[in-house]
């Protein structure tokens, strides 16, 4: 006898036959355009293009909800391959490896995961671009950064990240799940350019809409 795990959509608990989203539900998700959204972040520095697939909305919100709270392997790793059809081909054809936004031991042992690395790896599968975490690690524990100036968050973020090898003229994809000022992701781009990689290109799931009405 085969065992048939009951399987439901994490939004609505609907049962479904395959996937993590209902048709309703995915219907819920808005796509943006595609585009490179480097101009509508507030840091910009060693990035060279971010993209982001859907709007961060309510309904967005509550499908990264449950990649932090629940079956979050299968669920990352879907939204990765989900992510793969809205991101703009051109710049993920020109990468030669992707690696996710790493935590800090310290968080990740509270959190006991990085949904980014679930995330980097369902895009790694559908896109045929090798996924390799190990290049970049978080040396340092970085506060909360939501009631930090712009001085204070590059302060913060400086000499956060460490590489484990030369990167000599590779083209990376950092992957994260939300792309709110880039602080995070400038920092990360930083320390790998140092270390010799040629391009590096933010990909992540969602974008607040927010973010573009703010910086126009
Ligand atoms: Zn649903």
């Known amino acids: 006898m085969k065992w048939v795990f009951p399987n439901h959509c994490i939004s609505c608990n609907d049962n479904l036959d395959e996937g993590i989203l209902c048709n309703l539900c995915i219907n819920q998700l808005e796509p943006t355009d595609g585009r ?53 081909n051109s710049a993920i054809s020109s990468l030669d490896i992707l690696t996710a936004i790493p935590l800090h031991p310290k968080k990740k042992r509270e959190r006991g995961y990085n949904q980014a690395l679930w995330i980097g790896k369902g895009l790694s599968e559908q896109v045929s671009i090798p996924f390799d975490a190990s290049i970049i690690h978080r040396q340092k524990y970085t506060v909360s950064q939501t009631t930090l100036d712009r001085e204070e968050r590059l302060q913060n973020m400086e000499n956060a990240f460490v590489t484990s090898r030369p ?9 994260d799940d939300v792309l709110t000022t880039g602080a995070t992701m400038s920092a990360c781009a930083k320390k790998l350019k140092q270390n010799g990689a040629e391009r590096v290109v933010a990909i992540t799931l969602a974008t607040p809409k927010i973010q573009k009405e703010k910086t126009s």
């Open 167 to 175: 990167l000599n003229g590779l083209k990376i994809g950092i992957v």
């Open 36 to 88: 490179d959204r480097l101009s509508e972040i507030f840091f910009q520095e060693n990035i060279d293009k971010a993209f982001a697939c859907w709007w961060f909305t309510d309904a967005l919100q509550e499908v990264i909800h449950h990649l932090k709270y629940s079956d979050r392997a299968r669920v990352g790793k879907v939204l990765g391959k989900m992510a793969a059809v809205h991101l703009d």
